[in-house]
């Protein structure tokens, strides 16, 4: 069995998911899905803290539990799936990438909610954390970065140029079909690397 890695580039309230082997040195992608983190797609539960900051503390505090408990099992779900399905084409998921925000480290949830900035950070980050406790749960070896650095890491750790690095990582895509856009470039890539890194 080849080894496989996904690669996350996280939303609120949903993930693009990109699976990655490496053949002969170079990229090929397995399959791409995109992911949802919450039961009910709408507003109130892919911006839990935007939704709490309208609520009594308590009551907040409570439904941001309730969605983060929901995104962890649905996190999980999606990588068993994705596990289980690249098994049936002799691949063993061995790796994540997970792509992160700013790493800005986050208040108790009173600051939170008292900062609409902060919210927006607590939104995504809570996300992204159920998707790094499914990852661990999984067993999967991890590799995260942060969004912005990527491109300059990746050109580094695969030595090729980034402009010559983008191109191929558009190319890579073209047999799966539309959509193939940033979120599915950077999942693929951050999934690449993480085969490279965590090997």
């Known amino acids: 069995m080849k080894?496989?890695?996904?690669?996350?580039?996280?939303?609120?309230?949903?993930?693009?998911?990109?699976a990655v082997s490496v053949e002969r040195s170079e990229p090929v992608v397995l399959c791409r899905e995109r992911v949802?983190?919450?039961?009910?797609?709408?507003?109130?539960?892919?911006q839990p803290y935007h939704t709490a900051e309208k609520m009594p503390l308590e009551e907040g505090r409570a439904f941001i539990s309730r969605v983060?408990?929901?995104?962890?099992t649905l996190a999980y779900r999606a990588l068993r799936a994705m596990e289980a399905r690249l098994r049936e084409a002799d691949?063993?998921?061995?790796?994540?990438?997970?792509?992160?925000?700013?790493?800005?480290?986050?208040?108790?949830?009173?600051?939170?909610l008292a900062a609409h900035p902060l919210i927006h950070t607590a939104?995504?980050?809570?996300?992204?954390?159920?998707?790094?406790?499914?990852?661990e749960k999984c067993g999967l070896k991890q590799f995260q970065m942060k969004e912005k650095e990527l491109v300059g890491w990746a050109a580094k750790v695969l030595r090729r140029k980034e402009a010559s690095l983008l191109r191929q990582v558009t190319e890579?895509?073209?047999?799966?079909?539309?959509?193939?856009?940033?979120?599915?470039?950077?999942?693929?890539?951050v999934a690449w690397v993480a085969l490279r890194e965590t090997s």
């Open 68 to 72: 983060r408990a929901e995104a962890r």
């Open 36 to 46: 949802h983190l919450v039961k009910i797609f709408n507003y109130s539960y892919r």
């Open 3 to 18: 080894n496989a890695a996904v690669g996350l580039r996280p939303h609120s309230g949903w993930t693009s998911l990109v």
């Open 123 to 135: 939104d995504g980050e809570l996300f992204r954390e159920a998707l790094m406790q499914a990852s």
């Open 91 to 112: 691949y063993r998921l061995t790796h994540c990438g997970l792509l992160l925000a700013s790493g800005r480290e986050l208040p108790n949830l009173e600051k939170i």
């Open 172 to 189: 890579i895509g073209k047999p799966m079909g539309a959509p193939w856009g940033q979120d599915e470039k950077f999942a693929a890539l």
